[in-house]
C-alpha cells in the first residue's frame, strides 16, 4: 500500500515569494493534517481536515497561509507571501480510525522549505 | 503551553543494551499515546502506540508502558540495534482531537 506521498520534497525561494505544497493520503484515509515542523522540535498541527472540510484551523496563520482539499483527497498548503521565519519543514499525515475508535496518524516524507 | 514532554534531548546505549525513552504529559483527557520514529529528511514513521485502558502494549523488541496516575509513559527498545538510531517522538490524542507532540529524543545506539 502506497504511503503518504509530498511533493516537492525541498524548495528555496525567495521571501515575498508564493509556495505551494501539494500532499495525497494514504487511500481510504478520510483524516488529513498538515504540521509544522521546526529543527529540533515535534510537529506542530496547522491544519486539521476530515474529509473536505476543516475542522481545526485555529493554529493556520491565515493571513499569508491557505489550505485546500478539494474532493476530500488530495490537499494543497500555500503561503503567500512567504517570510524567512517560514523555513521548516511541513509534513503532511493522514489518519486512519481503528476498531477502538483511536486514530493512529501516518505521515508523508515532508517538504523542506528554505526562505532566503 | 507544551502537553507532551520529552526531558531528554539525547540518549546513548551500547548495542545490545536496552533502551528507555521516556514522555511526560499533562492532559488526563488523553486516552491514546504514539511512538514515532524519525530518519534525517524522512517523515515520523509510527512504532507503536497504546491506549489509555491498558498499561503495557508490547510489538517485537519495542515495549510501551503507560502510567496513568504519574502521566508518564516510555518506551523501552530491547535489545537495541544500530538501526534504531534515530530521533523519537511521543504524541498523545484524545478521540477527535488534534494529536500533541513532544520536543523528540534522539538515540544513538553504539555498535
Known amino acids: 500500500e502506497a504511503g503518504v506521498v509530498q511533493s516537492p520534497r525541498y524548495k528555496i525561494i525567495e521571501k515575498k515569494q508564493p509556495v505551494a505544497f501539494w500532499c495525497n493520503p494514504i487511500?481510504?484515509?478520510?483524516?488529513l493534517y498538515w504540521y509544522l515542523q521546526n529543527l529540533g522540535q515535534g510537529p506542530e498541527l496547522l491544519i486539521r481536515?476530515?474529509?473536505?472540510?476543516?475542522?481545526?484551523d485555529s493554529q493556520l496563520p491565515k493571513d499569508r497561509f491557505s489550505a485546500e482539499r478539494l474532493k476530500g483527497v488530495d490537499s494543497t498548503l500555500k503561503i503567500q507571501p512567504a517570510e524567512l521565519g517560514d523555513s521548516a519543514v511541513y509534513l503532511c499525515?493522514?489518519?486512519?480510525?481503528?476498531?477502538?475508535?483511536?486514530?493512529?496518524?501516518?505521515f508523508g516524507p515532508g517538504t523542506r522549505l528554505l526562505v532566503l | 503551553d507544551q502537553q507532551v514532554k520529552q526531558n531528554s534531548p539525547s540518549l546513548s546505549v551500547q548495542e545490545g543494551r536496552i533502551s528507555i525513552l521516556n514522555c511526560d504529559y499533562t492532559?488526563?483527557?488523553?486516552?491514546?499515546f504514539l511512538w514515532y520514529k524519525k530518519y534525517p529528511a524522512e517523515g515520523p514513521t509510527f512504532l507503536i502506540s497504546?491506549?489509555?485502558?491498558?498499561d503495557k502494549n508490547e510489538d517485537g523488541r519495542f515495549t510501551v508502558f503507560l502510567n496513568k496516575s504519574a502521566k508518564h509513559l516510555s518506551l523501552h527498545i530491547v535489545p537495541s540495534q544500530p538501526g534504531d538510531s534515530a530521533v523519537y517522538f511521543c504524541?498523545?490524542?484524545?478521540?477527535?482531537?488534534?494529536?500533541?507532540f513532544g520536543t523528540g529524543t534522539s538515540l544513538t545506539v553504539i555498535p
Open positions: 497504546i491506549s489509555s485502558i491498558k
Open positions: 481536515y476530515e474529509n473536505e472540510e476543516a475542522v481545526d
Open positions: 487511500s481510504g484515509h478520510n483524516t
Open positions: 504524541a498523545a490524542t484524545y478521540t477527535g482531537n488534534q494529536f500533541y
Open positions: 499525515a493522514s489518519s486512519l480510525r481503528g476498531r477502538t475508535g483511536q486514530e493512529t496518524q501516518y
Open positions: 492532559n488526563s483527557m488523553f486516552d491514546y
